[in-house]
């Protein structure tokens, strides 16, 4: 028997989420099954009578979802496979011989299984089952398994994952989709279960209790990154329409209530008429009250002397979306260096990033654009080195092997070395 109590006691008072999430974690590592069900009915309000998703029911949310929108995913993987596609093949395995009988080099070996985690909050988000699963696929994965809650509405109630979700998951060529979500789901692509292989890698964007879990189970797996609450910079002057540097500021705002985004603007005049954009572009959106609220709490418009001082602010910000629209757009993005990804020029909106354009849309938050980068074909790749030695290469290498390997102390490295001579 499993008591769920004080995790979720934890999880409604705001305690910490770091000793909720390790809670859930050991029950999973204890428990498995029976520990991803009760979480599941504790906290998405529903127990399922299995935790993987049938084949047939996969196929049958086709039926559930309507033709423009399955026009619409099968558009958004052709264009991400497509750029996933290119950038695989511009890797390159290596072996070089760097003296007579030393042949050196890497192979690009692809992880065995990963585990792709596709939110579910307000909205379902098959645009994230796309951008998790198909570089994954590009990259030669050999057992691709996805998970995802239940989302609102489903078939009357929150009793399965969204049709439009699994549409995408099977659009991007899943092998393996299971009901589950939260720390949970990512205690079970980390340890296993009785209905869940454990696998080498989890990627995909989450909450807070997702993005800990991933945090503690990274060593037992790895994982692609640790990203928080979506962000945006943007960098604009007078040469663009006010309405669009508005509307675009506000597209960032609806994700979460603590997304945020940045104007760096070129005059007080333009971020007076901005900001009345924005309060404009705010009545004609169904998402006013989110939109309006994190833009309220977390937006900011600043005033730069120079679009010099915009790009060093926002190397320093390092945002998760940088968009440039100003004068020469091109030549300004050329010397930006820290960002999850570039939107060049005013008709290359952060949103068409998020769906379309084909690089993904999972990627680097909170700063961490300054020293890592978005999730794509080479997460799931490892670059493995390898030597291959002759008789006359092992002869030339061995005394200074065995020299330096006297130098550290070490005769069992230093006897192994001599033998070769």
Known sequence: MIVFKDAEKRRDSGESVESAVREILDAVKRSGDEAVLGYTEKFDGYRPSAIRVETKTIKEA?????????????????????????????LRELRYEISPGVVLGHRLIPVASCGCYVPAGR????????????????AGVGRIAAASPASAGVDGGRDGIHPAVLVAMDLAGVDEVYRMGG?????AFAYGTRSVAGVDIVVGPGNKYV???????????GIDMLAGPSEAVIIAD????????????????????????????????????????????????????????????????????SLEEAADLSDAIAPEHLQV??????GLAARLRNFGS???????PVPFGDYVSGPNHILPTSGCARFSNGLNV?????????QEITVEGARFLSPRCARLAEIEGLYGHRRSAELRE
């Open 62 to 90: 086709y039926s559930k979802v309507d033709a423009e929108t399955v026009e619409s995913l099968e558009f958004a993987a052709g264009r991400i496979e497509g750029f996933a596609r290119r950038q695989r093949e511009s």
């Open 123 to 138: 909205y379902p988000l098959p645009s994230s089952a796309l951008m998790s699963i198909i570089p994954a696929r590009v």
């Open 183 to 187: 720390a949970q789901a990512i205690g």
């Open 211 to 221: 993005t800990e879990a991933k945090r503690q189970v990274s060593g037992a797996v």
């Open 238 to 305: 007078e040469s663009v329409e006010p309405r669009w540097i508005a509307a675009d500021a506000l597209s960032r705002c609806e994700h979460d209530p603590n997304s945020w985004s940045i104007l760096l603007l070129t005059s007080m005049e333009l971020a007076k008429t901005v900001a009345a954009e924005i309060d404009n572009e705010l009545q004609n959106l169904k998402t006013v009250e989110l939109a309006g609220q994190t833009w309220k709490n977390n937006g900011k418009i600043l005033v730069v002397d």
């Open 325 to 330: 629209m100003t004068a020469d757009s091109a």
């Open 342 to 348: 570039l939107f060049v020029g005013r008709y290359a």
């Open 378 to 386: 080479n997460t799931f790749i490892k670059v493995s080195t390898f």
